[in-house]
């Protein structure tokens, strides 16, 4: 005991074990087997229940529907039954090679021989040379040549390769090609295809140069005579329909429009298949009242990557045929008895050359556009079908829109087509331009599942542990004359609103109206849409906005931050009385640990809702699966843009970082550390010392530590570490309950006056307690502070000597 003698002073007084007027160590003894029973029993409850849900899981996953498994090889996925196979790679197992393997080649240029050399080249692509044009040249840096990699039955074959003239560029041949006579324009369009041989490189300017080249060309008379012009303007055309979406601006409209119309002519005179285009003409025979142009899968590879073209005249009807991408039938009136009656039809694979204003495309989903021409005859009525492909499991068709390209507003239409209904996506319209389905999908999103019991029993204890916690706190305060009551007060209260709104409120209300896909061709495209034949504004459609669920993810976000903040701010006041023992709190602490406990978060809070809010867009913010922050991107892949990173896990990263730091240094100088000064208890009791740890450990929130392994990317491993971080941090209220207000003295005696037969033994179990008194050589009133916060076992100041 120390007396002050001048100026500041202060008398603090130490309790053991021995010294409470309750000491007995077979009560003691007695009440310790007693907790680890009822704790013992709480574990072994809570274990059981995830292994009962662990079998559930996965005895629904084993007699559920069952999804023929695939073995994909070369790095394809399976994903619905099938291989999803990458570009070198084809086939029903990815075993069929679709590249050709890198090459060299020797060719001589102007007596000197020179080698080109090729890499890896997929299959109906053009691969680019190593060896480059010469700096000082006009295409300076560009590749000198380029080889085509085609497939001959299965066998993938590499064509010759074409070399570059490097003192041009597709400036320098739009200015030459309008008065190239017909010996040069096979050069023009040989180099304008080397020089669009690589798309992903091109600017709007290549496009806009490459456009203008291909449409001077097909103008061209007699063009459809010379056939290897006319494919290698078509593969040009083919491969600018693989450059980059954001390099088709919108001043590009009317360059793109004047090829599309030119194209539309060009296909009364010609036949040129390549990836990205088809081009197809056919004579019409005399009294012809229908043709139909069909573009069906080929899967004698068991691949979808091949289109087999098909024209059928005097057809019935649209076709039935489930591999058939899209169709188109002409219902021909003649107006002529002439015998050069001819139709042309053209199907794009995408639609960039097709930029709407009005019409906004954020996903790779098939959009092809087709058109059919007629010469010699009219076309009263066009039936047109489209059968997309996508991935039903990510996205459900909510609706879709015919259309038909406007030339005089360079946009799509609504007027004169309608929807009909039906197998595939039907249309019918009075006109014979490019037509199209602009659709309009919803995300199928997961919605989590109902809480399980685990959840409901683990955060039912907690809240009820946590009442009891802050009434106890409350009610006694007079009692324990503790002054740190109101930091565990607000722990426990920003813990509890958090759990009651989690368990009321994480469910999006979404979810109830929420049906599983349709795998039928019938349901799947006559059920997801209106009659209402209306222009989409998107291809995808956002789910019905749920401003209950919003409110729950900003409460939800406010009060966890808010918890972790008040762990944090106990942990500083750890560290200030147990580990600066000999200085007071600052002034005004408690005011100020209010201030930040409860004002950082909302400040967090609202500049996350600033920065991701104000595009009126709530799923910039929130999850549409369940009511929390937002973390995934449109592939479901972790994204460092959206909120869940930048406004919860770092923030609380480095609470828990600081809080670790804090607790290993409460743990090992006060209490795991040896104290050689006492007279009494030399040695604190092992289960004295696990239980301060579990005390100081739950308090601070050491245990969310668990949920950053919920992040590794292996499902089992997650799976684990998700059951672990359930049972650890929802039932962290009842923990804080058993810890602080079940194993206090004075909840004891309260229990035993109320019922004599709970009489429960009583001991002292002070973490430890200190006395100020603050005094001046002039008169002063006293202040006083005892600390009882962390009711463990006593662990005297005389082992923190070596912690300064």
């Known amino acids: 005991m120390v007396y002050p003698s001048q100026g500041y002073g202060c008398i603090i007084s130490f309790y053991s074990r021995a010294d409470s007027p309750h000491h007995n160590m077979p009560s003691h003894h007695r009440d310790g087997i007693l907790i680890a029973i009822a704790g013992c029993a709480v574990t072994l409850t809570l274990w059981s229940l995830c292994a009962w849900q662990l079998i559930i899981k996965f005895h629904t996953e084993i007699t559920g529907t069952v999804v023929p498994p695939c073995f994909c090889h070369n790095g394809g996925i399976c994903q619905d039954g099938a291989c999803m196979c990458p570009d070198e790679w084809i086939g029903l197992l990815c075993d069929i090679v679709n590249f050709c393997e890198a090459s060299t080649y020797t060719y001589n240029s102007e007596g000197d021989i020179k080698n080109l050399t090729f890499e890896r ?96 060309i097909l103008k061209k008379p007699n063009i459809s005579d010379d056939p290897q012009a006319s494919k290698t303007v078509v593969t040009t055309v083919s491969q600018l329909l693989d450059a980059k979406e954001t390099e088709f601006s919108n001043d ?51 691949n979808f990557q091949t289109t087999k073209l098909e024209i059928q005249e005097d057809a019935t009807g649209l076709s039935d045929e489930l591999s058939t991408e899209v169709q188109i039938l002409l219902n021909i009136t003649s107006n002529s008895s002439s015998n050069n009656r001819r139709a042309g039809f053209v199907l794009y694979q995408n639609n960039k050359l097709f930029q709407s204003q009005t019409y906004r495309s954020h996903n790779n989903f098939s959009k092809q556009v087709v058109s059919g021409t007629i010469d010699g005859g009219t076309a009263n009525g066009v039936e047109i079908a489209f059968n997309p492909k996508y991935n039903t499991s990510k996205f459900q068709l909510h609706d879709y829109a015919c259309v038909f390209w406007d030339y005089s507003v360079n946009d799509w239409n609504t007027v004169g087509c309608t929807k009909e209904r039906g197998q595939f996506l039907r249309c019918k319209c009075n ?58 007060v607000s722990l426990c209260s920003s813990m509890l609103t958090f759990n009651i709104i989690f368990i009321s409120g994480i469910e999006n209300r979404n979810s109830r109206n929420h049906s599983s896909n349709t795998s039928g061709y019938e349901q799947q495209y006559s059920t997801y849409y209106t009659t209402n034949n209306t222009l989409p504004k998107s291809d995808v459609v956002d789910p019905p906005e749920d401003s209950w669920c919003t409110a729950v993810s900003v409460l939800l976000h406010y009060f966890l931050l808010a918890t972790f903040m008040w762990t944090a701010l106990n942990c500083a006041q750890l560290y200030l009385l147990l580990l600066r023992a000999m200085k007071p709190l600052p002034g005004n602490f408690i005011v100020t640990m209010s201030v930040i406990g409860w004002g950082i978060p909302a400040v967090v809070v609202a500049v996350t809702l600033g920065a991701t809010y104000r595009g009126g867009n709530a799923l910039n913010y929130r999850q549409e699966e369940f009511c929390w922050l937002a973390a995934l991107d449109q592939d479901q892949n972790f994204s460092t843009k959206k909120p869940m990173l930048w406004s919860f896990l770092l923030p609380v990263a480095l609470i828990l970082l600081f809080n670790i730091i804090i607790f290993i240094k409460i743990v090992v100088c006060v209490i795991w550390k040896e104290n050689k000064d006492l007279t009494r208890n030399k040695k604190d009791s092992f289960m004295g010392k696990i239980t301060g740890t579990i005390s100081v450990a739950v308090v601070l929130g050491i245990t969310w530590t668990t949920g950053y392994f919920m992040l590794i990317n292996q499902e089992e491993t997650s799976l684990v570490f998700s059951y672990v971080f359930c049972i650890l941090n929802a039932t962290q209220g009842i923990q804080i309950c058993i810890l602080y207000t079940f194993r206090s003295p004075i909840f004891k005696k309260k229990i035993s006056k109320m019922s004599p037969a709970w009489k429960m033994p009583e001991i002292s179990i002070y973490l430890h307690s200190q006395i100020y008194r603050v005094a001046k050589l002039q008169p002063v009133k006293d202040f006083r502070e005892t600390f009882r916060s962390f009711e463990t076992e006593n662990i005297s100041f005389s082992t923190l000597s070596d912690c300064y």
């Not at 066998?155 to 003239?165: G, H």
């Not at 119309?261 to 990205?276: C, D, G, H, P, Y």
């Not at 003409?281 to 004698?300: C, G, K, M, W, Y």
Request: glycine fraction near 4%.
């Open 121 to 216: 080249i997929i299959v109906g692509k053009y691969g680019s040379s190593k060896e480059k044009c010469e700096p000082h040249t006009v295409n300076g840096n560009s590749s000198i040549a380029i080889r085509l990699c085609s497939r001959n039955g299965i066998i993938p074959t590499l064509e010759q390769p074409s070399v570059l003239n490097c003192n041009e560029n597709l400036d320098s041949l739009a200015s030459q090609v309008e008065t190239a006579d017909s010996s040069a324009v096979l050069e023009i369009a040989k180099t304008t295809q080397i020089l669009t041989a690589v798309p992903d490189q091109l600017t709007t300017q290549n496009i806009s140069a490459a456009v203008n080249i291909s449409v001077q």
């Open 252 to 302: 590009l409209v009317n360059v793109t429009s004047s090829l599309t119309k030119t194209i539309e002519e060009f296909s009364l005179m010609s036949n040129v298949t390549q990836t990205n285009i088809a081009v197809q003409s056919v004579p019409l025979i005399l009294n012809s009242s229908a043709i139909l142009f069909l573009a069906q899968r080929d899967e004698t590879l068991g």
């Open 431 to 488: 006109h014979t331009t490019h037509f199209a389905v602009l659709m309009a999908f919803r995300i199928n999103y997961k919605y989590a599942k109902p809480l399980e019991y685990i959840s409901y029993i683990g955060v039912g204890l907690s809240i009820a542990g946590l009442v009891i916690t802050i009434l106890f706190q409350i009610l006694t305060r007079k009692t324990r004359k503790s002054s740190v009551t109101w930091m565990l």
